[in-house]
């Protein structure tokens, strides 16, 4: 876990004290909401539907014990005692007073935290592969790197003013769990010939047009990757269209220039920046590094783990689906899924933050993850402790064993909370998982992810669900469009739309009629949902939603 | 030929507290839609907006939202509206918990 520089800390308490003081002057009346207004949004305070709604960073989704305890703080203090995890790894607030937010982030200063470049024409939070550091099929732990990227991007003076946000995602693991091919610049780490080096993908995004990103490097080696970001961005903060903001993200611009052309005018700028970086990235690196050491694993016998394995079915059932392999034997990666059938996909509750962060302590080498998918990992929990994890898990409604089942669902906040939305998410991904529970089919089903969004930006991802949902406003009404066989995967792929929307009502109807298709038309019960439709196409599925129309006469008649 | 007017309140987040509320027609801020000014005028309507838009302490982001006038006042007319003066529909939070 990285820990603040004297500079950090220095930094964070003296951005917190300039905005305590513009908060101060936008209630004095010397600032007009207009010239407040991008100084709030620069320090990540949104204003929602209902209320101001403060995001707060989570570099790379990493956690320990003392930065959730103090989440959990600030939702008790200040908030209505909960935080929305999302699907950028960072937790949002849903109900500050303008007042209390200087206070509040103080309190988040005081364990390393801030929330600035969550909002506004930045570099966002860089993401990462929530398993980092402890997926067995890892090449490398892409967290120093991402913490590099952070520094770097963190009030970097040439990017502070961008046509548009600009999102960094980046993955270890052949297995991409941190989509990098829907982000601005998407970074692989690989090998080639013994070398760990970094594949670079760029213009990937999800919103109005969702583009899967381009390779435009196969292979940048350690020493260039930062210049060569740099390179890229400033590529993009000249070309890219500050007259359209629909058009303004680097999607477009690769999009409409071509990737090959983007990729000589990078190579021609990394040539300029390159030699103004005289090697103090890669000294600051292996700085960064020593923070990212391995803990001290434990080798010690699993028994407690077999038995409890062999006699508990509730816990057997946990840790078939939510239980991942970790690099060291005799260790899990254990993820503790946050969707309680019915409850709101990626919230918890302050209590159960602070349970978390207590378990993480005790078992976890006080280490936690959010991941992408909204759930909390730990990361590293030895499989004797598992049996005991597992029991004060359940005291606190967190032993929902359905990581990766059609109840583990992405849900953006939409028209429940967001100023931007077009449909409200939540009660859908809860009508959904409700149902579904009530059917006995999720462990039938198996492998599925359903993703939504109330509007078209995609903060839930809809476009590469295996079931995608989109919440739309259809001439006052409430209307949602589903796609089918999106993968946010290392095999990206943008769902296709089923046909024509279907109102709240009858949405989580079309979920089960989509599923039941797929349970009658699967080839065998080992083959997933995403494998059918590959192999099946929508046709089946486009006829089980839309039947002719005799036929659905003589249905109601 | 021009839509026809439909009425309207002034509505926006306070400033302090961010939750919504209401333009009256004594130039004050209600909590409660059910007391708010109903403009039935377009004239009138920018005017009242440029009015309320006016009191910066008071009101972020002010615009006019159509409404529909029953007995019991004035009811939103699209379910943003309808949200926006109710609260989220995961919890008993906003508007509905505070009634």
């Not at chain 1, 919103?207 to 292979?219: E, Q, Y």
């Not at chain 1, 999009?255 to 700028?269: C, K, Q």
């Not at chain 1, 001290?296 to 079915?313: G, I, L, M, V």
């Not at chain 1, 064993?401 to 909370?417: E, F, Q, R, V």
Request: charged fraction near 25%; hydrophobic fraction near 40%.
């Amino acid at each position: 876990m990285y820990a603040y520089s004297e500079f950090d800390t220095d930094f964070i308490a003296e951005r917190n004290r300039q905005f305590r003081a513009q908060v101060e002057r936008r209630i004095d009346g010397s600032l007009t909401e207009d010239e407040f207004r991008p100084l709030r949004l620069m320090n990540g305070l949104y204003l929602q539907l209902h209320a101001y709604m403060l995001r707060v960073a989570i570099p790379y989704g990493s956690l320990d014990s003392a930065k959730m305890r103090q989440l959990a703080y600030i939702a008790q203090r200040w908030d209505k005692g909960y935080g929305h995890f999302t699907t950028r790894q960072n937790i949002q607030y849903n109900w500050p007073k303008l007042n209390d937010v200087p206070d509040i982030l103080d309190a988040l200063g005081e364990v390393g935290m801030h929330a600035i470049q969550t909002s506004g024409n930045t570099i966002r939070n860089v993401t990462a592969d929530h398993f980092a550091g402890a997926a067995a099929d890892e090449i490398a732990d892409p967290r120093p790197v991402a913490e590099l990227i952070r520094q770097w991007s963190t009030d970097h003076p040439e990017f502070q003013f961008m046509p548009r946000k600009f999102k960094i995602a980046i993955t270890g693991s052949p297995n991409d769990r941190a989509v990098t091919a829907a982000h601005d610049i998407g970074i692989r780490i690989v090998e080639k010939d013994g070398e760990i080096g970094y594949q670079v993908i760029v213009g990937g995004g999800l919103g109005r047009t969702p583009m899967i990103g381009k390779v435009i490097s196969d292979f940048v080696t350690e020493e260039d990757l930062l210049p060569y970001l740099e390179a890229i961005v400033s590529v993009w903060n000249v070309l890219g269209r500050r007259d359209n903001k629909y058009k303004a993200r680097i999607k477009i611009t690769v999009h409409e220039h071509g990737i090959d052309e983007i990729r000589r005018l990078v190579d021609a700028r990394f040539a300029e920046v390159k030699p103004t970086f005289k090697g103090v990235d890669q000294q600051l690196l292996a700085e960064i590094r020593k923070h990212f050491h391995p803990p001290a694993f434990r080798n010690a016998p699993t028994d407690a783990f077999d038995q409890a394995y062999e006699n508990d079915p509730v816990f057997r059932s946990w840790a078939d689906t939510n239980l991942t392999e970790h690099k060291i034997n005799g260790y899990a990666i254990a993820q503790i899924s946050i969707k309680a059938h019915g409850e709101t996909p990626g919230d918890a509750s302050a209590e159960q933050m602070e349970v978390m962060a207590d378990l993480a302590e005790k078992y976890g080498h006080d280490e936690l993850r959010i991941s992408h998918e909204q759930n909390v990992v730990l990361p590293h929990v030895h499989k004797s402790d598992l049996p005991a994890l597992h029991a004060e898990l359940k005291k606190v409604g967190l032993a929902t064993a359905n990581i990766g089942l059609i109840s583990d669902i992405i849900a953006c906040p939409g028209m429940d909370y967001c100023a931007l939305a077009t449909a409200r998410s939540i009660p859908i991904a809860q009508e959904i998982a409700v149902r579904f529970d009530e059917l006995k089919l999720e462990h039938e089903i198996g492998d599925i992810k359903i993703k939504i969004s109330g509007c078209i930006n995609a903060c839930g991802h809809h476009h590469v669900g295996h079931i995608g949902i989109l919440g739309l406003d259809r001439a006052g009404v409430e209307n949602y469009q589903i796609t089918l066989g999106g993968d946010h995967s290392e095999n990206a792929n943008l769902g296709d739309r089923t046909g024509p929307g279907f109102p709240a009502e009858s949405v989580v109807d079309a979920i089960e009629t989509i599923v039941r298709t797929y349970l009658a038309v699967r080839s065998s019960a080992d083959e997933t949902f995403l494998e059918t439709y590959r192999r099946t196409g929508m046709e089946p599925f486009k006829a089980a939603l839309y039947p002719p129309k005799e036929e659905a006469k003589a249905d109601a008649a | 030929m021009p839509r026809a007017f439909t009425p309207k309140v002034v509505t926006g987040n306070a400033l302090l507290e961010g939750d919504v509320i209401y333009f009256t027609d004594s130039d004050s801020w209600t909590r409660n839609l059910k007391d708010a000014e109903v403009i039935t005028d377009e004239a009138v309507a920018q005017v009242r907006l440029l009015a309320a838009e006016s009191q910066a302490a008071e009101v972020v982001g002010a615009y006019l939202a159509d409404v529909k006038v029953t007995e019991d006042g004035p009811e939103p007319t699209h379910f943003r509206e309808d949200f926006r003066r109710t609260g989220p529909s995961n919890y008993f939070h906003g508007k509905q918990a505070e009634a």
